[in-house]
């Protein structure tokens, strides 16, 4: 007995009869095979988003239920991956069947083939349970890749075996407290759309270093924290999320190119292999696992992908990993949702959008959290989650940002006036805002300096001084100004162009430690300190401006980063410019 297909719209289709149908069950759709979802259940009659062209399949084809949800595998061989939106391995099909992907195809995301070597973390008649550490692989050159009790199971290990096995050999066998065994490989599933458990969920409090000055320094995200980045075409989400995966601190980093341009991922394709972490000097796709939903893809696939993305990176939390979700755009995420969301002619909310898309959104950051593992060593895990939002012309009134900006606790604002000028990233440092900055606070005194945070807040002052002076100029012109107020205007300019402004795109200044950017702060404000003084001392105005050792600021940040000294230098010199002039 199988169902049958009666009508096909788009990426839906509706189907009767299906033996033994659920909801979120995963069918397969006619001839073909397709895979598809089923979103919807009256009675006897299916809807079904299907994740493949639905083109070429109508009426009257079968349509058979897997009886299962739609899952993830888990287990080595993730790292290094390029998956589709559910999960089928791009690079692999690509070498079996060529760029056009043939439909309805069957290839495991995990191989079957490459043998790994397990190193047992227990031993037979211990007692283990659910999130324990089984045993490990060395699945890049610096990520073990621990293999977990999956959750649910608990009892006594009655037989385990360290050695080269494939992902479906088994590895260990455990006495359940009901009597029965059970047989473990190192291949696990999960539903993706069922966030995994955990023990308990804590407040952030370490920062992630993300090299990007503008973004530790002044809207600084947790580990286990929530960012939004929305900006108009053309504003720089994309080479920020770019950014991001290549330099942040987190052990894993999972990136979902959402809707993207083919050509904007195979940039990330092409540079990660080449690139090296500045971590571990290994080549950054070492720890990446990338999933490709591109623009000329089907729009269901690109629904699923977002929970496709994070559930892997649970997987990883679990380990007692940081991870960090990058997804570039959820925006197109959510047009995927609309058009499903049309086609089943549910009640339009908001700019067409479904009213659960708030719902939605949340639940997707609801994922992000510095937690406590399951498993009994008590090991803590994060995951960060940085989602791109793209609303037509910038608008901020957007559903999708609106709904977004609900949830998540960093703001960072690309505007497309500050793209125009060049001023990259195009983050405005007047609107944007980070709600860790008192969670970070121990941290961040201790691990970069004391002054740290005053620094911080005394440039944002400047910054927003500076807003309010350009006004006056703009009405009277800048000789109106107190020399006072002139040398502000001139210290934020230096803010804003000798270290806000970040050229992703130089091998030196991509990236900058957090030690680096301190003394570049901390010198462009002691410049500033020093200016001052010497105006109260009667220096002339129009000296102080064209001092000789502004050009040695505007070039700190092509100084090497591993060159502390050469700042710390320059940072002396500065303190003792009052001496200098002196004699
Ligand atoms: N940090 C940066 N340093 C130098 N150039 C940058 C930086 N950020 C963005 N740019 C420039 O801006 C251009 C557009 O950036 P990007 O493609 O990231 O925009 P986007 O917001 O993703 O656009 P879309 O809405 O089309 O996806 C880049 O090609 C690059 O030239
Ligand atoms: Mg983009």
């Known amino acids: 007995m199988k169902g049958k297909i009666v009508r096909v719209a788009g990426p839906l289709v509706i189907a009767r009869g299906i033996p033994g149908a659920k909801m979120y069950d995963v069918v397969r759709v006619g001839n073909a095979g397709l895979v598809g979802e089923i979103i919807e259940l009256k009675g006897d009659e299916a809807s079904i988003q299907v994740y493949e062209n639905t083109s070429g399949i109508g009426p009257g084809e079968p349509v058979i239920t897997t009886g299962a949800p739609l899952s993830v595998e888990l287990g080595p061989g993730l790292l290094t991956s390029i998956f589709d939106g559910i999960q089928r391995p791009l690079d692999v099909m690509r070498e079996k069947v060529g760029d056009f992907i043939t439909r309805g195809l069957d290839i495991p995301p995990l191989s079957r ?71 473990l490989t190192m291949l696990q599933k999960w539903p993706v759309r069922r966030p995994r458990p955990f023990k308990k969920k804590l407040p952030p409090e370490k920062i992630l270093i993300t090299g990007q000055r503008v973004i530790d320094a002044f809207f600084p995200l947790a580990k286990g924290g929530t960012a939004c ?29 959402c809707g993207e341009r083919g050509n904007e991922m195979a940039s990330v394709l092409l540079e990660f292999p080449e690139l090296e972490d500045p971590y571990t000097g290994e080549p950054l796709i070492n720890r990446t696992v990338l999933i490709a939903n591109t623009s000329n893809m089907p729009v269901a696939a690109r629904e699923a992908s977002i929970y496709t993305g994070v559930t892997i990176a649970e997987y990883f939390r679990d380990m007692g990993y940081n991870v960090a979700v990058m997804a570039d755009s959820t925006s197109r995420w959510a047009e995927a949702l609309r058009e499903i969301s049309g086609r089943l002619e549910e009640m339009p909310g908001e700019e067409g959008y479904p009213a659960y898309l708030p719902q939605r959104v949340a639940e997707f950051y609801e994922r992000a959290g510095r937690v406590i593992c399951i498993g009994k060593d008590g090991r803590e895990g994060t995951l960060s989650i940085i989602g791109a939002v793209s609303p037509p012309g910038g608008d901020l009134s957007d559903p999708v940002v609106q709904a977004t900006l609900k949830v998540v606790k960093v703001f960072w604002s690309l505007e497309d006036w500050l793209a125009y000028r060049r001023h990259f990233p195009a983050i405005n440092w007047l609107t944007s805002y980070s709600l860790y900055v008192e969670n970070l606070e121990s ?39 107190s020399p006072k107020d002139r040398l502000l205007l001139e210290t934020a300019r230096s803010i804003r162009e000798d270290f806000l402004h970040q050229n992703a795109f130089d091998p030196v200044d991509t990236y900058s430690p957090l030690k680096k950017q301190y003394l570049m702060l901390k010198i462009v404000l002691e410049f500033h300190h020093q200016l001052i003084k010497l ?19 505007a070039r700190m940040r092509y100084v090497k980063n591993e060159d502390e000294k050469t700042l710390s230098d320059l940072l002396e010199r500065v303190r003792k410019i009052g001496e200098v002039a002196h004699v």
């Open 443 to 481: 941290y961040l005194k201790k691990e970069i300096a004391e002054d740290w945070l005053n620094l911080r807040k005394e440039a944002l002052k400047i910054l927003e001084k500076e807003a309010d002076l350009q006004e006056i100029v703009r009405l009277v012109g800048v000789e109106s100004l």
């Open 113 to 183: 083939e490459k043998k790994w070597d397990f190193e047992p973390a227990v031993k037979e008649g211990e007692e283990i349970g659910e999130g324990d550490i089984l045993g490990e692989v060395q699945e890049t050159k610096y990520i073990r890749h621990r293999i977990l009790v999956p959750p649910g199971i608990k009892g006594k290990v009655r037989k385990i075996r360290g050695g080269s096995f494939t992902i479906e050999e088994e590895i260990a066998v455990i006495k359940t407290d009901d009597g029965k065994e059970t047989s």
């Open 535 to 553: 105006l109260e001392e009667g220096k002339d105005i129009q000296d102080l401006l064209s001092h000789p050792l502004r050009e040695e600021i």
């Open 229 to 257: 980045v929305p900006g108009p075409f053309g504003s720089g989400k994309t080479v920020l999320q770019h950014q991001l995966a290549k330099w942040s601190d987190a052990h894993i980093i999972i990136y979902i190119g």
